[in-house]
DNA sequence: TTGCAGGGGTCAA
DNA sequence: TTGACCCCTGCA
């Protein structure tokens, strides 16, 4: 079994059980997976990062200029995947245009790589919900017990691995159940909100349509969703690119290399983000982070 | 071995 | 604006 078809520039190829994408640049998976947007990747020994996202697995790897993407197809990569990497953006300019001055340019340089994934927004809610006053290995290990507790099983090379839960299937979990994934105090905004989904629901749509502003407001009307929450759920789900997630290593790292470490309020940060990288802040801020947080900054 | 400090967003007062 | 919330890691 081989066929071809092309996608933007890019050649795609199905051959056996993968999928190879041809010619795709700005991609490095340690930089995409690593850089704090996601939380369901295991980093292999083989070079491969496998990934559990969309009910499905994968494995991922990058030769060269090729992306490999294992245990999928054409279908699958029309329908999921292309959105999911946002292979239709050119990263290489949209890096050109936020690298205009030596501070954003050392960031760039630094996390040349990454790329902005438009991953499920219920998941993203919910993990960002997790993460506050958390650590990511924390948060990571409290998705995968929710997962294994709540999901649906995915069975891939003889293992089970866990889809994330359904709005429903949390919407009906017990909190103590919630808790005992240690989700903590974080247990009761996981439950009210999943309820409140569960009755209103969530239309990507509804928040793209809205001003950014908007939308974060309108999303921290859900228990456990503050600003960085909002911000964060609506940038890494594709919704939003113009949001400027604030937390203590973005604060430690504006206010070190751009307010002279200066006492600095977050609604003057949003503000001189918005100024400075304008549509691009989302992923101006990602590009920070990773450069903070891999350095040790501030 | 035990115990304590440190880390980290949102809520409610 | 401030304290409480939870749980893991690192270190004494």
Redesign the pocket.
């Given at each position: 079994m081989f066929s071809r078809m092309k996608y933007f520039n890019y050649d795609v190829e199905e051959k056996d059980t993968y999928v190879t994408v041809k010619g795709v640049t700005t991609f490095d998976l340690k930089h995409i997976f690593e850089c704090g947007q996601a939380f369901r990747w295991q980093n292999k020994d083989n070079g491969r990062y496998l990934l559990i996202a969309m009910n499905r697995i994968i494995e991922l790897e990058k030769k060269g200029q090729d992306l490999i993407i294992y245990n999928s197809n054409l279908e699958d990569f029309n329908d999921i995947w292309a959105r999911y990497f946002d292979l239709e953006t050119d990263y290489d300019n949209l890096k050109k245009t936020l690298a205009n001055e030596p501070i954003m340019s050392k960031a760039v340089e630094f996390g040349k790589g990454i790329r902005i994934l438009k991953q499920d927004f219920w998941e993203m809610l919910v993990s960002f919900i997790i993460?506050?006053?958390?650590?990511i290995?924390?948060i990571m290990?409290t998705i995968e017990n929710m997962c294994r507790t709540f999901g649906k099983p995915i069975y891939y090379n003889q293992k089970e691995y866990y889809a994330f839960p359904t709005v429903e299937e949390l919407a009906n979990a017990d909190v103590e159940q919630i808790?005992a994934c240690?989700?903590?105090?974080r247990s009761e905004?996981i439950s009210e909100t999943a309820q409140n989904i569960n009755k209103n629901g969530l239309d990507p749509d509804f928040f793209a349509k809205l001003k950014t502003d908007q939308a974060v407001k309108e999303m921290?009307k859900?228990?456990?969703?503050?600003?960085?929450?909002?911000s964060c759920a609506l940038l890494f789900s594709g919704i939003k690119k113009d949001v400027f997630p604030i937390?203590?290593?973005i604060e430690r790292i504006m206010r070190c290399l751009y307010f002279e470490e200066k006492e600095v309020k977050n609604k003057e940060i949003k503000q001189f983000a918005n100024e400075h990288f304008g549509e691009l802040c989302g992923i101006a801020q990602q590009y920070l982070f990773y450069y903070a947080r891999e350095n040790k900054i501030g």
């Open positions: 993460s506050a006053n958390n650590r290995p924390m290990k808790r240690s989700a903590g105090y905004y921290k859900l228990k456990g969703v503050g600003d960085k929450v909002a937390d203590v290593w």
